[in-house]
């Protein structure tokens, strides 16, 4: 386990706008309560409540990942009108004590949805 520092920065705000994840034409995520994660120099990433998520469209497969940071990832496929995007979300359902804001949280791989809109909330 690494502790995000000077080196390698991690920050976990609250997004104030509303994000909405679109695939396959079907909104899967509409939320006012997303979490934007920074890390280091990579993209943004918005983390979202399941609770505000469609989980019905979510599949969980087998695919794992581990982040010396964040901890170990689930994955989760979407599958609409039969077209499933393999692992298209992870989630990190036990995180490093630092990162514990993203607790079962979800996340969108950008090149697996159509969109992720950012909107006034």
Not at 33 to 62: C, G, I, Q, W
Not at 86 to 95: L, R
Request: charged share 20%; glycine share 4%.
């Amino acid at each position: 386990m690494k502790i995000p520092g000077p080196d390698h920065p991690i920050t976990i705000t609250p997004n104030p706008r509303r994000v909405r994840v679109i695939v396959a034409g079907k909104v899967v995520v509409d939320t006012t309560s997303a979490l934007e994660l920074r890390e280091a120099s990579y993209p943004v990433v918005n983390y979202v409540p399941r609770k505000d998520t469609d989980m019905s469209l979510l599949t969980p497969t087998d695919h794992t990942t581990h982040c010396p940071y964040k901890g170990d990832a689930s994955y989760f496929t979407i599958a609409i009108d039969g077209k499933p995007q393999d692992n298209a979300v992870w989630s990190y359902e036990k995180p490093f004590p630092a990162m514990a804001a993203i607790a079962g949280y979800l996340a969108f791989y950008p090149n697996k949805v159509d969109r992720i809109e950012e909107l006034p909330a």
